[in-house]
Nanobody
């Protein structure tokens, strides 16, 4: 019943732009934090960006600060990850996730299926 659905990945050249989206269904008012993770081949999953639903505060990994922006509607039923000046190192599967609190290290209790982002040099 609870579902996160990502879309909007793709193949772009270095320096390009993508804005994948994550639609959240079935949470009602009982969700706290939504965000994006990514996993590149052979590498550990990395937290990219999160937003705290209660106050709108955001977190960004150092590797994407100044290039990525998380946004959404008023209730964050849909969130977006605006990715500018993409680099080949950004290539990964990007996953939307729900966390149980607003701390960067919070447990994750729901995952989307992922959307592929590929950046060519």
């Amino acid at each position: 019943q609870v579902q996160l659905v990502e879309s909007g990945g793709g193949l772009v050249q270095a320096g390009g732009f993508l804005r994948p989206s994550c639609a959240a269904f079935g949470f009602g008012d009982d969700y706290l934090s939504l965000g994006w993770f990514r996993q590149a081949p052979g590498k550990e999953r990395e937290g990219v960006s999160y937003v705290c639903v209660s106050d709108g505060s955001t977190y960004y990994a150092d590797s994407v600060k100044g290039r990525f922006t998380i946004s959404g509607d008023n209730a964050y039923n849909t969130v977006y990850l605006q990715m500018k000046r993409l680099k080949p190192e950004d290539t990964a599967v990007y996953y939307c996730a729900h966390k149980v609190n607003c701390d960067p290290s919070a447990l994750i209790d729901a995952w989307g299926q992922g959307t592929q982002v590929t950046v060519s040099s």
